[in-house]
């Protein structure tokens, strides 16, 4: 068995993939991207979830990763075993192998065995491999490559079907697991019980998308997801019996012990404190890493308990300061090479940890000595629970983690009640909500102070910040008016820092009237210097009040200060592509109403730039040919290039003239009127005339093509459209196409004639199902005679009970009613194996029924000799089964079964 450092396993582990054809793909964030469903990545597929789902396309249909991965909250959640337990943590690292749509279980499992028994040269004789119970081909290919089939085990859906979480891509799933114990001990009852059988590694075979339901959809594409625990595989690489003993935890141990400047001894008396540091000092330098900040909220909150639990175990072990950051230091050497993000971002890091350590340590000694008082009146007054209530109001009032009250009443003997705390939170927050109003006065004020100070100061003018939006230009040199981060107004903002930043005047477009915000840079670059002072990336730009606009973003390099000079780019492909879309909108909505009514009437719109989503007031769905029309209408308006038009008049002006006010929308004495169409001299009005402060393209030919992709309802008498225009058009015109040549290959004729070949393929199979469906009749009825011969006599009557050779239980049926003609007064009792899975159909003559048997009753019994269940009507009954290899069983009972109901 080769002996590998956790780096070397990573490494090797990539490599061994990367040469059988898959990319190396790196981690993706712990932060999920686009994924409401998921607080934190736990998983290696997480960022391939789209690819599997169909909705999402990559360069390769192969890939390799080692993913950075949290477990502490929801179905996977760790955390309570982190520390005892030998081999659980909230941060690991996934290697996992992927195929989408590519290959399956013969090479997935191919792989695995090579990369284990061959390269790695783990001993065979401690390997078990589980597959999911109805999974014949699985425990196949694994024989076929070498494994035992009494090491070959099957398991329930408890231990072998892999889900990411309640909703998402899941399937069933094979396990490899690694025996630690004497060889002369080991058996196959220990594989999912026994700690001594360690699972290393999971192949998921993804084939179904789980919705909130419950219900199974089929993925476009079946693919393979796996994962292997880098520190699992470690230890076993490493020869030690537990995950801290390995080199991804000892050096960080190390590091503790010698801050503390404790001997072997104290660590081993502390042994699962020093381990739960550990693990969570990972844990924290990685979340910083990816952007999360402690809080109180989401993933914040994740960052902050795990921080705080670190640090609780460091004041017990006997740490009387902050030192979480020193020992994350020792993370970023172990781990850096690897995760460059970490020694890039390396002081912010260290810094946002000792700033928060710093914080709980004074929260800490008030909380401390609050909860010891309260346990010591719990005490005295024979009570062994604390309270919900009493756990909530160390929390908000004190800001003393829930967790750790938990954590330490435990330790102390006492329970606490949880639903309780959680029921006093609720209670909390419904309150908060009937004080937003007061609550977002108080959080404008800051705007409020700050616009009055630049506006006596002359930076700004009496209506604030200078707007450029409508100005045609991209980009300006400006100057950094003021700063807001966490609420308060201050002088500068460093590298790593969230910061929102306003500026005398800006080119960025901020969010309104359903087009989403400008996105860019905002930078100081002196010509004589190579690179930028410093750097902000624009995320986001609002308008918190009339005048001030603020850009949201974060520092990415450098230190930004107030008064500094200034230049601020928009991204302008991205802007395009808004702008498109926002026209776009204005000729949707003009063609609505021309095709389906005026009482057509815009109820929200999203304006991005990859889409533009539409509702709008129509009482019923959009037909097929009514969708074409108005996609037809729309394009026959961008073709003519029209130019778009702006003027500025008086809101009573506009409204007389025709434009369009949407309900609901606030607007000023002064409005901007967009319209196109004027020179249509077959209408009486512009096409379009409508109010609206965005931004525009200066011809409807600008917009490029204009493709419908969805029709659907938002609520009752509210429909939504939604569309791609311009390089999105385009690409999706493309991709139709591509998509129809592949399609027309495959049925060897022109794309032209795609469609009449596929449905003469149509025909040609239902043709050829109703002659395997006669052929199969006939061959059935051949059988019949062989089989009657098999019918034993009971008190006067035929019992028939054979297993025959059926497709489907329709067949299953005929038979019956064949061998029930033939043998007049009987029972049928017929069993056949359909996909893999035992079946049952029974017949009863109406004699025999009067009789008193019933035909359900009997296979409803017979079924449970198989774990199934089943009935039906007193002549027709049928039943399944979950084990094929009792069928026999099931079909022997039947003649005993009716000699005993027999009246």
């Known amino acids: 068995m080769k002996r590998l450092s956790t780096n070397e396993i990573r490494q090797f582990y990539l490599d061994f993939f990367a040469t059988r054809g898959h990319q190396i793909v790196p981690s993706s964030s712990l932060v999920p991207a686009n994924d409401p469903t998921l607080l934190l990545t736990n998983a290696g597929m997480v960022q391939f979830k789209d690819v599997f789902l169909g909705v999402e396309q990559r360069s390769y249909k192969r890939a390799v990763t080692a993913q950075k991965c949290m477990r502490v909250s929801g179905k996977h959640n760790d955390l309570e075993n982190v520390g005892p337990s030998p081999r659980h943590h909230t941060f690991f690292e996934m290697l996992g192998n992927f195929s989408f749509g590519d290959y399956f279980k013969k090479e997935a499992i191919r792989f695995a065995w090579d990369l284990l028994l061959n390269k ?254 309260l346990m010591g009146r719990l005490q005295s007054q024979g009570r062994r629970t604390i309270s919900g209530s009493e756990a909530f109001h160390l929390w908000d009032t004190y800001g003393f983690p829930v967790d750790l009250t938990r954590d330490i009443a435990q330790e102390r003997g006492f329970d606490l009640d949880e639903a309780g705390f959680r029921a006093a939170l609720n209670e909390q927050k419904e309150r908060s909500r009937a004080s937003v109003v007061e609550k977002s006065a108080l959080d404008l004020s800051v705007y409020g102070e700050l616009l009055g100070n630049l506006q006596r100061q002359g930076i700004v003018g009496e209506n604030g910040v200078r707007h450029l939006i409508y100005e045609n230009v991209a980009e300006t040199d400006t100057t950094v008016a003021g700063l807001v981060m966490d609420g308060q107004i201050v002088e500068e903002a460093h590298a ?41 990336q624009v995320l986001d730009t609002r308008r918190r009040i009339p005048g001030l606009i603020i850009h949201i973003g974060r520092v990415t390099s450098g230190t930004v200060t107030v008064g500094d000079p200034a230049h601020a780019v928009i991204d302008t492909e991205r802007r395009w592509d808004i702008m498109r879309n926002h026209t776009g909108t204005h000729v949707l909505h003009a063609v609505l109403r021309e095709r389906l009514g005026t009482h057509v009437h815009q109820a929200g719109s999203l304006v991005a730039p990859d889409r533009l989503r539409f509702d709008f007031t129509h009482p019923q769905p959009v037909s097929k040919a009514e969708l074409a029309d108005i996609e037809h209408r729309s394009n026959e308006i961008v073709l003519a290039n029209y130019p778009v038009n702006t003027r500025w008049t008086s809101y009573e002006r506009a409204v007389a003239e025709g434009a369009m006010a949407l309900f609901g929308e606030k607007y000023g004495d002064e409005v901007r009127v967009v319209s196109f169409g004027e020179e249509d001299t077959e209408a009486d009005r512009p096409i379009s005339m409508e109010l609206c402060g965005g931004t525009h393209v200066e011809s409807t030919a600008e917009i490029g093509g204009f493709r419908i992709v969805s029709e659907s309802s938002v609520s009752s008498g509210v429909r939504r459209v939604e569309v791609v225009t311009g390089r999105l058009a385009e690409q999706l015109v493309e991709e139709r196409l591509a998509l129809l040549d592949r399609t027309a290959a495959i049925l060897r004729t022109r794309p032209e004639a795609a469609d009449q070949a596929a449905q003469q393929l149509q025909e040609q199979n239902q043709q050829l199902q109703r002659e395997l469906a006669r052929l199969r009749q006939q061959l059935a009825q051949q059988d019949t005679q062989s089989l009657i011969d098999r019918a034993i006599s009971v008190d006067g009557f035929s019992v028939l009970s054979v297993q025959v050779g059926a497709n489907d239980v329709e067949t299953m049926r005929q038979m019956s009613d064949w061998f029930r003609d033939r043998l007049g007064s009987s029972v049928v009792v017929l069993g056949a194996l359909i996909n893999a899975k035992p079946m049952l159909v029974a017949a009863v003559t109406s004699d025999l029924i009067d009789r008193g048997l019933h035909a359900g009753n009997l296979v409803r019994d017979a079924a449970k000799l198989m774990g199934g269940s089943g009935g039906g009507r007193p002549n027709m009954a049928q039943a399944g089964g979950k084990d094929a290899g009792k069928l026999a069983e099931a079909l022997e009972s039947v003649p005993g079964w009716v000699q005993q109901n027999l009246k």
């Not at 078990?128 to 398991?155: N, T």
Request: glycine share 8%; proline share 5%.
């Open 496 to 536: 790593g820092s969230e910061v929102e930043v306003v500026l005398s005047e800006t080119p960025f477009y901020a969010e309104s009237g359903g087009q989403v915000s400008d996105t860019g840079e905002i930078y100081y670059w002196p010509a004589d210097m190579e690179r930028p002072v410093w750097s902000v």
């Open 120 to 373: 790695l040269e783990l001993p065979l004789e401690r390997l078990w491999f589980s597959v999911y119970m109805d999974d014949d081909e699985s425990e196949q290919l694994w024989a076929e490559v070498g494994a035992p089939r009494e090491r070959i085990l099957r398991f329930g859906k408890k231990d072998n079907w892999w889900a990411m979480g309640e909703t998402g891509p899941c399937g069933p799933n094979s396990e490899i697991h690694y025996y630690w114990g004497d060889l002369a001990k080991q058996t196959a009852a220990g594989v999912n019980k026994n700690d001594e059988y360690l699972e290393i590694w999971n192949l998921v075979f993804m084939q179904y998308d789980q919705k909130p339901d419950g219900s199974l959809t089929p993925l476009p594409a079946p693919g393979v997801d796996t994962g292997a625990g880098l520190e699992r595989l470690a230890s076993i690489l490493q020869g030690t019996d537990n995950n801290y003993d390995t080199d991804a935890f000892m050096p960080i141990m190390q590091r503790i012990q010698a801050l503390l400047g404790a001997s072997d001894a104290h660590r081993r008396q502390h042994l699962y404190r020093y381990r739960a540091i550990a693990d969570h000092s990972r844990s924290c330098t990685f979340l910083v890493a990816d952007g999360v900040l402690p809080g109180n909220e989401g993933r914040s909150y994740v960052l902050r308990m795990i921080l705080r639990r670190a640090a609780r175990f460091g004041k017990l072990i006997g740490f009387e300061q902050p030192f979480l950051a020193r020992v994350a230091e020792t993370v970023i050497d172990e781990m850096g090479g690897h995760y460059t993000e970490l020694r890039q971002q390396r002081d912010f890091i260290l810094q946002t940890i000792h700033d928060e350590e710093e914080r709980f340590h004074r929260t800490l000694s008030t909380g401390l000595n609050l909860l010891d008082d």
